[in-house]
């Protein structure tokens, strides 16, 4: 079994940051992609951002500029920094992974459990 743990979400005034944190554990090989979703109540999940295992990145338009993903492979973690906060950034953070688990040897995709991130005007 594998468990993605997030951590780091709360309450900000618009304008300040936050770093988001997730880290992946249990019976697995390695985590390829890994990235970052956003929702809303009576909207879809989006993505915020992306990142392989080899660094490569991808972004939504609307944080370009202002939000970061980074990854740490030894400790199968990956964080968004975030910046220039705006109200329209409020919503629950998902942290989503793709794991090479061991028994079957296959690739599962994982969710976490959601953290709030609140941006007040």
């Known amino acids: 079994q594998v468990q993605l743990v997030e951590s780091g979400g709360g309450l900000v005034q618009a304008g300040g940051s936050l770093t988001l944190s997730c880290a992946a554990s249990?019976?697995?090989?390695?985590?390829?992609?890994m990235g970052w979703y956003r929702q809303v109540p009576g909207k879809q999940r989006d993505l915020v951002a992306s990142?392989?295992?080899?660094?490569?990145?991808n972004y939504a338009d609307s944080v370009k500029g202002r939000f970061t993903i980074s990854r740490n492979n030894a400790k199968n973690t990956v964080y968004l920094q975030m910046n220039s906060l705006k109200p329209e950034d409020t919503a629950v953070y998902y942290c989503?992974?793709?794991?090479?688990?061991?028994?079957?040897?296959?690739?599962?995709?994982?969710w976490g459990q959601g953290t709030q991130v609140t941006v007040s005007s």
């Open positions: 249990g019976n697995m090989f390695s985590v390829s992609t």
């Open positions: 990142i392989t295992s080899g660094g490569s990145t």
């Open positions: 989503n992974a793709d794991v090479w688990v061991v028994v079957p040897r296959k690739l599962v995709n994982y």
